[in-house]
């Protein structure tokens, strides 16, 4: 197992901002995870980076982040059975080349197979939980395994208590062919192609009933609108950018200014998708 101290937040996150991660794990097995949850008290699980905004100050509680032991992934019979450090875009790789449907809506999403789990990633009318057999995790209990219809997951969550790691699951996914396979997935990618770029953690806020956020945030005026070196995107207001010099104090900034005026002008209370840790 691998461990570090003093890791730079801005370098295992999209966002690429933040402060100091005083330790982080990154087991390769699950009897190193289970030796590692046993003997700490608390601990953060950080994936893939891309949902995640660390705050500007040390970060003393342990973050683990799984290795590539459990990079896994097999396919029998319409089960893929994915570990839960495999990128999306791997996993979308392994389908194009073996010509597997079912997963395209991931395609264009950034971040590890777990982090995806844990938050119900996908589109407003798909995510990832839908396509769930079996998810794996361990927890202070040892390793468990939970079928889907056993989660209350719903849009943007996974429905996971604290305190566990999902380790993997069993998705759903039937034969197809190459060029079908490749026909949807670049129809997801041409959407998202029109995604503000640069160092982002994607959309900040889940889209409320009714109305996107962006579009909220838009008609509130706040396009375009800096604080420090971050900025609401021109192109899509859903989106903060980090212009390279951005503090997480700097985000969390635009983050409450976002809400509070899209509370005072539509009465709507804009819950975040990003993660903040402090």
Known sequence: MKGFTSVNAGEVTTMRCGGTIAR????????????????????IVLGGGSNTIFGDGTVETPVIRLGKGFGNIEHQEGILTVGASVSTSALLGYCLRNALSGLEFLSGIPGTIGGALWMNAGTTDRGIMDTVLVVEYLD???LQTVARKEVPYR?????????????????????????????????????????????????????????????????????????????????????IINDGHATAADIKALISLAKGKVRELFGVELKEEVRIVD
């Open 24 to 43: 982080l794990y990154e087991p390769d097995t699950r009897e190193q995870l289970a030796e590692l949850v046993s003997l700490l008290d608390s601990f």
């Open 140 to 142: 202070k209990d040892g």
């Open 155 to 239: 849009y943007r969550c996974g429905g996971f208590p604290e305190g566990i790691i999902i380790t993997g699951a069993r998705l759903d996914v039937h034969q197809s062919s190459p060029e079908e396979v490749r026909e949807k997935v670049e129809a997801f990618m041409e959407k998202r192609r029109a995604q503000p770029k640069g160092h982002s953690a994607g959309s900040v806020f889940k889209n409320p009933p009714g109305s996107p956020a962006g579009y909220l945030i838009e008609q509130a005026g706040l396009k375009g609108l800096r604080y420090g070196g971050a900025k609401i995107s021109e192109i899509h207001a859903n989106f």
